[in-house]
T-cell receptor
Framework: QVQLVDSGGGVVQSGRSLRLSCAAS????????MHWVRQAPGKGLEWVAL????????YYTDSVKGRFTISRDSSRNTLSLQMNSLGPEDTAVYYC??????WGYGYYFDYWGQGTLVTVSS | QSVLTQPPSVSAAPGQRVTISCSGS????????VSWYQQLPGTAPKLLIS???KRPSGIPDRFSGSKSGTSATLGISGLQTGDEADYYC???????????FGGGTKLTVL
């Protein structure tokens, strides 16, 4: 069965970096686009980034452009999010999610990880 | 301020029907499929409706979706206390080149 396991969250000081990972299993990882979605405490869902099935296309929400980098390693079935220059506004639970399609736009998120909490202290 | 607009909360009694609206524009809902997600307290979101009105396997037919123009609607009939959750609509926005979600709607079953 499809499984996504998020990891890498923790408490980090403002201005520092953190790298999140999402271990995928139960499906052909290289066939699907993948996303990161975050949720600040008590707030709604916010889409963060998307990477196409082959890693050739990447998109980011404006607030993280230039600071976050999404990547994937199909040999390890792993999705990553490198987060630099973190600020208190980045405090959230981060979820990885599988897109039903290969390119990431126009479909939907059919499976979600359990989430990993990132807390940025000032 | 979310790109997609949802009511912050809705409520109804057990057994009744409720609808949740999601309003957007031609750059998102008007030209793309809408999906809906249910987030039970303390858990990850779960896909409820895909492609405007399709229910994934395992989702009861009490849940339905529709789209007209630049708006979409989630319907839940035969309300149960276990349906109490936050509900989000989402779609791709062609102008922003990003996914967008509604602000979420908290459903209370009285």
């Amino acid at each position: 069965q499809v499984q996504l396991v998020d990891s890498g969250g923790g408490v980090v000081q403002s201005g520092r970096s953190l790298r999140l990972s999402c271990a995928a299993s139960g499906f052909t990882f290289s066939s699907y686009a993948m996303h990161w979605v975050r949720q600040a405490p008590g707030k709604g869902l916010e889409w963060v980034a998307l990477i196409s099935h082959d890693g050739s296309n990447k998109y980011y929400t404006d607030s993280v452009k230039g600071r976050f980098t999404i990547s994937r390693d199909s040999s390890r079935n792993t999705l990553s999010l490198q987060m630099n220059s973190l600020g208190p506004e980045d405090t959230a639970v981060y979820y990885c999610a599988r897109d039903q399609g290969a390119w990431g736009y126009g479909y939907y998120f059919d499976y979600w990880g359990q989430g990993t909490l990132v807390t940025v202290s000032s | 301020q979310s790109v997609l607009t949802q009511p912050p909360s809705v409520s109804a009694a057990p057994g009744q029907r409720v609808t949740i609206s999601c309003s957007g524009s031609s750059s998102n809902i008007g030209n793309n499929f809408v999906s809906w997600y249910q987030q039970l307290p303390g858990t990850a979101p779960k896909l409820l409706i895909s492609d405007n009105n399709k229910r994934p396997s395992g989702i009861p037919d009490r849940f339905s979706g529709s789209k007209s123009g630049t708006s979409a609607t989630l319907g839940i009939s035969g309300l149960q206390t276990g349906d109490e959750a936050d509900y989000y609509c989402g779609t791709w926005d062609r102008s922003l080149s990003s996914w967008v979600f509604g602000g979420g709607t908290k459903l209370t079953v009285l």
